[in-house]
Structure formats: C-alpha cells, structure tokens
C-alpha cells in the first residue's frame, strides 16, 4: 500500500509541475526584444560619466582633478592648461572605460557640477583603442545623450528622477560636506603619494 | 491511396528485377524526406516550444516570421565546422560512432505504417524489429563515449549501457500486451485492430510503462544521464565537434520522431481517426506525442542513475508484468 | 574549415560559398559560457534568460568547446586561471570567436593592478569584441553581438562599411 | 598593534547605531574573569573581547576558551594577520553561540620566519584559514595536516600581503592614450610564473573542465593520497571551468565508478588581490569596490564595510538610511536566494525553473536600477548613510514586485521543490552534523539548515533589525533539501521585514555629518559584520592613521562554507556531488577574493 501511495503522491506532484510549466506556456513570453524594441532604462541608471556644457556650448570643467583624485581606479586621466582668460581648462580629459567602475564617484566629487552620469550602454568596441574616450567625445556625448546627476544624500524629487537631463545635481547639505570630505580624503592621499 | 496504388502499378510494370528495386529505392528515398524534413522542423520547433514553456521568443531572426529557418545556418555551419578526432581517441571507434547511431534512428521507420498502405515495409514481426533496433542505439552511445578517451564521456557511456538494462525491458515487455491483444506483431495489423477501440484504452498500465521506458529511451531530460550537461559537461558527446556532433543530435530528433511514431501506432490506432482516417491524423499524434515529450523534458529535474534503475527494475518490471498477466486473464475471458 | 579555404575553385564560388559560410554562422554562434565572476551573473546568465533572450539570434549554451564558436570571457582572468582560458580557447573547434565581457576582461578593471590580475584577457587570446562596463547590462552584450554579427559577415570578403554602420547603430545585420 | 587605548576609544564612540549593539551586560566581568583564569590579558572591545595571548600559549588557550562552559567558542569565524610596522599581528576571531559573545584572539609574532601552532586540532575550520595565513603573510603554521598554499600556487614569489612584497611582474603605467592592451603579448609569462601548463589543441576539453584528470602538474594542485594507485579509482578534476562550479572553482575528485571516494576543493583560480588593492585606496573609494567580492550580495557587502569603517571613523548613520540600507539589504538577500534556487535547479538539469528565477530577478533589477542605478552591483551605500533617497512611488513599485514574489514562490514549489525527483535527490544528501558546521565556521543558511539557531540580525542585533518582527527558519538534517527549504521561507521573511520597513521608514536625511578628512586614529581596529544571503560577511579594517587602511580583512561566508565539502559529499555520486557544490551556494569572487 505504501507503494501505491508513494506512487500516487510522485505522479500528482509530476503533473503539478506539468500543469504549472504548460500554464506558462500559454501566457505571453516577457522577452524585450532589444534592439527591436528599446529596453526600458532607469533614468538613473550609470553608464559612464560624461563632460557637461553651459548654455553656450562651453565645458564646465576647470580641470580641478577633483574627480581624478576620487576615482579609484585610476580611469580618468586630465591634462590641465591655462586659457588667456587665466581660467584653467583640460587640455586632455581620458576615460578609460576599461577600468571604469561605473561607481559615480568622480560625479560626487565634481564641484562644479561638470561632470554627469550618462545612460549609454551601447559602448561594445572591436578594438581595444575604442575603449579610451578623449575630450571631444565625452563633451559630445554629454551634450547629446541623457545623463543624471546624482550627489550623495540627494532627495530625487518627481522631475529629477522623471528627467534627470535637467537635474541641477544640487544635493542637500550632507551632499556638499561629504563631497567635501571625499575630496578632503583624497586631497590627504594626494600628499600621501 | 490512389497515388501509392497507381505508384505500385507503374513500379510493378518495370520488367523483371528492376521494379522491387525501383521501389524499394523509391520508398528509401521518400522515408528519408519524411524523416530529415521533419528533423528540420522539430530542432527549430523545440526551440520554440521550449522558449514558450520559458517565456522566452526563441529563435527569431533566421526566416521572419519566428525564425522557422533557424536550423538551416545551424546545419551548414556544423558541416563547415573544423572536425577535431582527440589524440587520446580510438580512432575508430570515434569515428564509426556518429554513422552506427544514425542506422537505428532511420531503419526504424521501415515498419511504420503512415496510412492504409503507406507502410515501406510490414514485417510481420514488426514490434520485435523496433525493440531489437532500439537498444541498437545504445550500442553507439557506448562506442563514442569509451572512444572519445575522456573520462567524463566514458562514465556517460556507462551510464548508457547500465540504462539500457533499466528500461529497455520494460520497454519490450510494455509492448508484449499490444500484440497479445492484436494477436500480430505486424504494425498494420495491430492498428487495424484497433479499427473498434484504442489500445490506449485497452492497455492503461502498458501505455503508461511505454511513455516510461520511452523516455529513457529518448535520453531525454528527465532521463537524459549519458550527456548529463551538469554532471558530465556532455558525456559521451564531449569530445566530438561538428558534423559528427550534428549526427548525434539528429539522430536524438529522428528517434524522438520515432518513439513518438511507435506510440502513436501502438496505443492510438495509426492513422486512424474518429472520422476522415488518413496520413493526417498520423501526423497529428505523432506531434502530439512530441509535444508531449518536449513539454516533459522543459519541466523536470534530472533523475540520479540509481533511482533510475529502481524506477525500472523495482517499479516498471513489475507493472509490465502484471500487465501481461490482466491481458491474459481479459483475453481468456471475453478474447 | 574545408570548402571555404580551399583556393581551387574560382573566385566567384569561393566568395559565394563563404557568403553562404558567413551568413550561418553569424546566425548560429554557439557560445561557450565561461563564467569568471560579477559578469557571468549579468551575462550570459541574465542575457540568456526569459527578459534578453540570446536564443532569439540562435544563440544557445554548449557545455563542451568542441561544439562552441563563441566564448564570452566574462570576468577577471587571473594568472592562475590564464592557462585554463588558453586551453579551453584551444580546445574551440575553428573558426571561433571570443567576446570579452567587462572591464576585467577586457583591460583589468579596477583589479588591473592587483598582482595576480591579467590586464585584460586579450594578453592570452585574441578577442573579436570588448564590451566594457563593470559589468556590462546584457543589453550592451547583445550589441556587442551585434558589431560581431558584422565582422562575422565579412569574414574573408572585401569589408563592407554599410554592415558597420547597420551594427553600430544597433540593427540587427 | 599599539596605541590600543586610543583604538578602543574610538570603537566604543563608533559603537551606537553604526556598531549596531552597545556593550552588553556583564562583559566586564567576564573579562576579568577570563584573566584571572587563563593568566592573559583580556580587553573589552565594543561588545567583544580582544585576548592578547603569548605565542608559545596560542593552542592551549584556544582549547581553553573552546571548552570554558562560561565562554564556549565552538564557532571559528576567521584567522588572518596583519604585518605591522614592528612584528606581525595574528588575529583569530571566535564566537560562542550560546553565549552570544564574540571574543578575538591575538598574538604578536616576529616579521622574520614567523611561526607558531596549528589551531586545526583545536577547530577544524582554522585549517584554510592557516593556509591562506601562510600564502599571504608567509606564517608557518606547525602541525598543520595539509600546510599547501591555497589562493595562489606552489613557488609563487612572496607572500603578497607582506609590506615587504613586490610584484614580481614589471609596473605597469597609469592610464592614458598611450596605454593600450597588448594584442596577444607573449601568454607564456603566465606559465612561467607558475600557472600550470595548458594543454595541446588536441586535449581532451575538461581538461579544463576537468576531464582528463591528467595528474596535476604542481604539488599544489595534487589530491591528497593520490599517491597510491587503486586501479578501479577514477581520479578527475571539475573544473576549474565546468558547468557546474559556479565559477572557476575546481574539485578534485576520485571516483570509484560513480561512487565519491573524496573531494579535495581547489581555489583561488578568481584571486584578484582585493585585499591588497584596498590597502592602496581611500575609505571611501572602498564602499564601491567591495560589492565585487561578493557579487550576488552587493548591498550586504557594502555593509558590512561600512560598519567597519563607520566604526573606526566614528561616523553617526541616520535612521532614514538605515531603513534604506535594511530595505536594500533584505531585498539583495531575495535577489539572491532566487538565483542559487536556480542554479541549483540547473545542477539538477532542470532548466526552467533557472528561467523562472531570473524572469524575477528581472524585476529586482528593475527596482535596483531605479533606486541604485545598476542591475548588480549597485554602490549604494556611503560612509555614513546611503547615497540617495528612493524616488518617488519606488515603496509602491516595491509592494508590487513582493506581491507577484509571492506568488511565484507557490510556483516554486509547485514546479520543483514538490517534485518527486527533486525529493529523491535532495532528501538525505549532503547532511553536515551541526557541531561539525560550527567548528568549521559554516554559517548563514547552511548553518541554519543544520538547525543551528544562530542569525546576526536576531542574536547580534545590528542596524534597526531589533524593530521588526521575523523569524529565523531552522531546518533538522542539514540536507540539501533543508538547504533548500531554509532559503525559500528566508525569502518569505525578507518579504515580511521589507513591508514592515517600508510601513514605518521615518522621514529625514540619508547621510550624516562626514568629517572632511577620513583618517581614523592610528592603531584603531574594527571588525564589522552583517549577516549576507550567505552567511556572515565580515570586514575587518586595521587604521595607522592614514586615509588608506593599513589592514583589510575581508570574512568570506563561503570561504568557511566551502571547506567541509568533503565531509560532505564523500560517499555520493557524481550527481549528488554537483548538487552538493550548488547548495553550498559559492560565490567563487567571495571565497578567492
């Protein structure tokens, strides 16, 4: 009797399991058909950082190295000149997407809300040059693609998160001090070196 | 029928040894296209299907719409594929393999009666040739996996073998039932015994140990131990790359078609039907049975070889048994 | 690889052949997994699965070398492993492939320096296409297929810039 | 290390919210106590004890504090060093489950051929630990039964967590335009610094997989007592690359036809130097990096360091970011718990449900990416809070996934866990005694599954976990089905602990005053833990007053997970040992690091 009832409870637990797989089979697949169809992205999400303009088309960056110096990994490399206005600019700004932790680090960092997070995933290169972006193609893509700029201890209000291409990247007051201390750390480690 | 019949006459006005050679070629020939034409469908179909069971599209972009071409490249890709022999490989044995498993595979079909007449060849020990064939295929899965000279794939070969003695058994004896009831062991008249009733209703217990044994015999999941993915990375098949690859695997599809093909025959009356018998409902539960097999293959967990042995020995013996024992009694009574 | 190499025949059949050579392959790029690390889970885990479905190009998993033409290095190679990768890439049946999937595989990551760290897996084997990323979404692989799908079409066939540009814009070629 | 006053002090000041439990009752006394007894100095260090023992009295006080009733350190956490200025600093943390208590053990050896007693007699789990002790420190352990390198490989130049180490390999320079990869630059340095050779084209392909189980080339990688021959013994390796190891771990196997006869684990194929990269970077350049080690657990990761690093820094956490780290934390654990059950369904060659898992996962990842902004490795948490708050109607998006959770777990259940084969192969296998699993140092579910009552969230109450209500699922035998179990009703929990933190998260900042300059007191120590999907990860960070930590320890659930493998799967078939491995739940970045 044991038998049969061993044998009784394996087949129902076998067509159980059938019964759960053919109900899938009947339900639409939940495939995203990219590139056909373009997948949903968080606006947030973090690509790679890019360089960002103002109005007038013209890099913020002041070639501060702030991000340089937060990066862990050593992926951004910035080659500093002073224009005739006496303003400091980068002659040279190198990413180096083969090290890049996509952390967002260096956007903390930046105090001059220079520097953006773009969604851009589709970075597939076939040789290894392709990896290293220079100046030009980061100011490109900042102008061009969608990027968010999230500080630490940011409050993503509706818009910022909805649109974060507008986002100001002011953070709150705990965001400027701990971006602060992140440089304060760093800027010790500088002396360190 | 009309085209068989006036085939058979135009063949048969071929002067003296010529027409059963002609025919016999003819029938090679179309058995052939039935089989690989259907292979062709089946690798893209269970893509599919196993996609669908997943939630997943499968195959999408090699012949709009759904990708039904998609075995096509993956064919010709295979045949241009560089066709590495180990140095550790008994050469012949490696070599001889892929050829051996596709005999059986094929040669089964000879027996199978598509329709009223549409059989190549009706042996009158029709089921003793298919079960004979059948564990023929095991012969081959050895020969690979002890010749490949790796070790993963001769623990799959012996796998192979101790599966063999597990359900091919039951298998035989699953089947004694049906020819008792139709009293041949010819296919056509086992399904022309069937004109009043399916077997499936007469042979419960001898059915459900066929669907058993038969997918064993299929080597598919949950029974597919030999080239255990996880286990054995590809058992017996590890070492073999290409076209000799690509043989085993259409011989995997054309023996799904086959057992398929057995069951339909054995249990659900051939081309018979409620109405319009014919090729077509042949057909219809042959993809049925694959289907079947496909959707029990995407939904369980691997069984261990030790279990599989007692399933066997311990629990399908037995029923086969008891099975024959009940046909003996039914027949005695109202045979 | 046989018919396509062999020189005797006239041009026109050769590059008609490996016309019809290229276009299967591309469509049935067998993959090896080789599963390192982080990006293994995101690739070609997650990107085999139900959401980004690399069955959908004729994609599927082959556990043993010899039936791949794709292996995706997906993590860190360190020393230790190198000759493992080495051996395995050895053992692919040609022609092959190999997508390196990562910023460790493809240049070292954020472990570039780390003593035990091969910077970037093309020290070891030749890789067809980087995707970097730390790790990568499968969304970036699938178009790194994509750019292979290219390259794959030309093989051995004068370059055609219309199937690059197709791929880099992110059309299926 | 010295100045240890200071240390302390700032433990005691980082303990509160960021140490997670204040000092309990009682540990004072004890301390004494324990002096008075064993005739060695005893501190309080927030809520553990530091036992500051001489070398040559090492294994007999271990006995001891194993076998005092009022102590009672069954549990063996981790064993590592840290090469100080002056001499090197043993550390071997134990705990006493029933008493709740963690205690640390130290000893100062000699930075030149340091040696000292094996503990292996004492706990078994000290055994990898030593060894991976003596690959990166160069310490001598005596008596130890199996005294191999582990992580790296026999005749490596150096131990690498030396001050004194060089890379043998030339500097590389810092990134630019010029610095580009190599193509195909000669592969062979690689051999010739020790890897084993690879083999020809015409190889058999589990040679990396394993297959051919060709004899080992280095002494490293040989099976212990592969030495005899037994004709019928069928020696192979899995991996380090096979479908079935979950990464580039490798077992040595020796077969007797289907049957384990015994497993010898081989690791260290993904060792990427995590520790020693770290002593090289910032405290918060290190948050990001350390979701790499255990890459299904990210959040817990971050956590665990955090703790560490907010305890020596003494950095206060908001209430709003601890519910956030605890909501992100639960939900890491669902996300990986839904993986290894399908990989574990993989490695019982069922694919489906794998598929299933990840259609789930998918939606995890979703949220993940609206919050964090990546699909695994999220970077989420900061020294002192967590980087942003969630954006708007994410709790609501939150709520929606747990409810289809739900129901697909019947699902699961339905599909596999209720399945006959499934039963057959799990019910019974794989079981581990629990003191077994104690004294090896196992611990998360696995240890649970034993039926160890033992959770750091409950027993060591860190964060804001003292508010909510849940429970610890136990299982008996310790099998994989317990195994299987215990994960799957852990994912009911987290589901609970989600809504309750999602119910009562209060309003306010989610980072708190980070002090400019991070440069802990020199000499200042803290070994910060939190209980991953796997178990315990820990991270032990040792200051000398630096931005960059001196010393980085990182506690590797799976690393003690692991070990007993053997005494697991000796006996089993082939099949029964790839389930095994899987249900182990191994994530190879963890254990190598």
Not at chain 2, 227 to 243: C, D, F, N, P, R
Not at chain 4, 9 to 24: I, K, T, Y
Not at chain 4, 515 to 536: Q, T
Request: hydrophobic share 45%; proline share 7%; charged share 20%.
């Amino acid at each position: 009797m044991a038998v049969l009832l061993d044998t009784w409870k394996a087949a129902r637990s076998m067509v159980k399991g059938l019964g759960v797989t053919i109900r899938e089979f009947f339900s639409p697949p939940v495939t995203v058909q990219y590139p056909d169809q373009r997948p949903r992205i968080s606006p947030l999400f973090r690509g790679h950082p890019v360089l960002l303009s103002d109005e007038t088309g013209k890099l913020k960056c002041t070639a501060c190295m702030a991000c340089a110096r937060a990066c862990p990994v050593d992926a951004i490399s910035i080659e500093s000149a002073r224009g005739e206005d006496r303003k400091m600019y980068p002659r040279a700004w190198n990413l180096n997407m083969g090290r890049c932790l996509q952390c967002n680090l260096c956007v903390e960092a930046c105090p001059f809300d220079a520097l953006g997070m773009s969604t851009r995933f589709e970075t597939a290169v076939d040789n290894p040059e392709g990896l290293i972006y220079d100046l030009e193609t980061l100011a490109e893509l900042g102008r061009t693609q969608p990027y968010s700029r999230v500080t630490v201890g940011q409050k993503l209000a509706g818009a910022e998160a909805a649109a974060p291409a507008a986002a100001t990247g002011a953070g709150s007051r705990e965001a400027g001090d701990s971006t602060d201390a992140t440089r304060g750390g760093a800027a010790k480690e500088g002396e360190a070196r | 029928m009309s085209i068989v019949s006036s085939l058979n006459a135009l063949v048969g006005s071929l002067p003296g040894f010529w027409s059963p050679l002609v025919s016999a070629l003819i029938k090679v020939v179309l058995v052939l296209a039935f089989v690989f034409g259907n292979e062709i469908m089946l690798i893209w179909l269970e893509r599919k299907v196993c996609g669908r069971f997943q939630r997943r599209k499968g195959p999408m972009y090699v012949g709009r719409p759904e990708g039904w071409l998609q075995s096509i490249p993956d064919v010709v890709k295979l045949l241009a594929k560089e066709d590495i022999i180990p140095a550790r490989a008994d050469r012949w044995l490696f070599v001889l393999a892929p050829m051996v498993i596709m005999v059986p595979a094929v040669a089964l079909f000879v027996v199978i009666p598509f329709g009223q007449g549409w059989v190549p060849r009706d042996l009158n020990i029709g089921l003793l040739y298919l079960v004979a064939l059948g564990s023929f295929t095991i012969l081959s899965l050895f020969m690979a996996g002890w010749g490949s000279g790796n070790k993963w794939s001769t623990l799959g070969a012996m796998r192979a073998v101790a599966m063999l003695l597990g359900y091919e058994v039951p298998l035989a004896l699953s089947l004694v039932g049906v020819a008792m009831v139709a009293g041949s062991l010819s296919l056509v008249d086992i399904v022309h015994a069937q004109e009043r009733v399916w077997f499936v209703a007469l042979q419960p217990l001898g059915f459900l140990v066929f669907l058993v044994a038969a997918a064993a015999e299929l080597n598919r999941t949950p029974f597919d131990l030999a080239e255990a993915e996880q286990e054995l990375v590809a058992g017996y098949q590890v070492e073999y790359s290409g076209m000799r690859w690509a043989m085993f695997f259409v011989a995997e599809y054309a023996s799904l078609i086959a057992i398929s093909a057995i069951a339909a025959t054995c249990f659900f009356g051939g081309w018979l039907g409620p109405f319009a018998s014919g090729p077509w409902w042949f057909l219809a539960k042959l993809y049925f049975f694959i289907f079947f097999f496909m959707w029990v293959r995407w939904t369980f967990p691997r069984i261990r070889i030790d279990h599989m042995m007692e399933l066997g020995w311990k629990f399908l013996l037995p029923v086969a048994l008891l099975n024959i024992v009940l046909t003996g009694i039914g027949l005695a009574l109202w045979g | 690889m046989g018919i396509a190499e062999s020189e005797r025949l006239p041009g026109i059949i050769t590059t008609s052949v490996k016309r019809v050579l290229n276009w299967s392959r591309k469509n049935s790029l067998w993959y090896l997994l080789f599963g390192l690390a982080c990006c293994a889970i995101e690739t070609p885990m997650a990107a085999g699965a139900a959401r980004h479905d690399l069955d959908r190009f004729g994609m599927f998993f082959r556990a043993s070398p010899r039936q791949a033409d794709l292996m995706f290095v997906a993590g860190t190679v360190t020393e230790k492993m190198a000759p493992r990768v080495r051996a395995l890439y050895d053992q692919m049946a040609e022609p092959r492939w190999v997508v390196a999937v990562g910023a460790c595989a493809c240049y070292g990551g954020p472990y570039r320096n780390g003593y035990n760290v091969v910077p970037g897996v093309d020290k070891i084997i030749p890789v067809d296409i980087y995707v970097p990323g730390c790790p990568p979404r499968p969304e970036a692989v699938l178009y790194g297929l994509l750019q292979l799908r290219a390259k794959v079409l030309q093989e051995g066939l004068p370059p055609d810039p219309r199937l690059l540009e197709m791929a880099r814009a992110g059309k299926v070629v | 290390m010295s100045e240890q006053g200071g240390a302390n002090a700032e433990l005691v000041r980082g303990s509160g919210v960021n140490q997670g439990h204040g000092v309990p009752a009682g540990r004072e006394e004890l301390a004494d106590r324990l002096a008075a007894r064993l005739g060695v100095e005893v501190k309080v260090s927030g809520s553990d004890l530091v036992v500051e023992v001489p070398r040559e009295r090492w294994v007999e006080v271990a006995r001891a504090l194993r076998d005092d009733p009022a102590v009672d350190a069954r549990f063996f956490s981790f064993l590592t060093a840290v090469d100080g200025k002056e001499s090197m600093t043993l550390v071997a943390y134990l705990r006493s489950l029933s008493g709740k208590l963690s205690l640390a053990m130290r000893t100062s050896l000699p930075r030149e051929a340091p040696e000292v007693a094996s503990l292996c007699g004492v706990w078994p789990g000290a055994n990898w630990h030593e060894r991976e002790t003596w690959d990166m420190f160069g310490i001598r352990f005596q008596g130890h039964p199996d005294h191999r390198r582990i992580l790296l490989w026999e005749g490596y130049p150096g131990h690498p967590l030396r001050k004194d180490f060089v890379d043998p390999r030339p500097e590389r320079e810092r990134v630019g335009p010029g610095d580009r990869p190599v193509l195909l630059a000669p592969w062979s340095s690689t051999a010739a610094a020790g890897g084993p050779a690879p083999s020809p084209s015409s190889g058999a392909p589990c040679e990396a997989a394993g297959g051919n189980g060709s004899r080992p080339a280095s002494q490293e990688e040989a099976v212990p007592g592969a030495g005899e021959e037994e004709p019928e013994i069928l020696e192979v390796n899995m991996g380090p690359q096979h479908p079935s190891t979950h990464g580039v771990l490798r077992v040595a196997v020796r077969f007797d036809g289907e049957v384990v006869r015994s497993v010898d684990p081989v690791i260290g194929y993904l060792h990427r130097c995590f520790e020693k990269i770290c002593e090289g970077w910032n405290y918060a350049q290190i948050v990001p990096f350390c979701d790499r080690n255990d890459y299904l657990g990210a959040i817990t990761n971050e956590w665990a360091y955090c703790r560490a690093a907010e305890a020596l820094l003494g950095i206060e956490v908001p209430e709003r970011a601890e519910y956030l780290r605890v909501i992100t934390a639960e939900l890491q654990r669902i996300c990986s718990h839904l993986l290894w059950f399908g990989t574990f369904s993989l490695d019982l060659g069922a694919t489906t449900p794998f598929i299933y898992a990840f259609r789930e996962r998918e939606m995890l990842y979703d949220l993940f990416e609206s919050l964090c902004g990546a699909r695994l490795l999220y970077g989420y948490l900061r020294l002192g809070g967590v980087r942003n708050d969630v954006p708007p109607g994410w709790f609501e998006e939150v709520e929606r996934y747990l409810r289809v959770q739900e129901e697909k777990l019947k699902e699961y259940y339905d599909l596999l866990i209720g399945n006959a084969i499934f039963l057959s192969r799990t019910r019974g296998i794989g079981a581990i005694p629990a003191e077994d699993a104690v004294a090896y140092g196992v611990s998360g579910p696995m240890l649970r599954a034993c039926g160890v009552n033992w959770d750091l969230r409950r027993d060591e109450p860190y964060s804001v976990y003292p508010r909510f209500d849940f429970e610890v699922p136990l299982g008996e035998a310790g099998d994989l089905y317990d195994r299987c179990i215990v994960r799957m009703r852990e994912i009911e929990e987290s589901i609970r602990i989600v809504r309750q933190a999602i119910a009562s998260i209060p309003e306010g900042d989610v980072v708190g005053k980070v002090p400019r300059a991070l440069r802990p007191p020199a000499g200042a120590e803290a070994y910060g833990r939190v209980e991953g999907p796997r178990g315990e990860v820990g991270c032990y960070l040792v200051s000398d007053g630096s931005p960059k930590p001196w010393r980085l320890k990182w506690r590797a659930p799976c690393f003690s997970n692991l070990q007993p493998l053997d005494l697991m799967a000796r006996g089993y078939k082939v099949a029964d040992l790839v389930a095994i491995v899987g249900s182990t739940d191994i994530v190879l970045g963890e254990v190598d690091r």
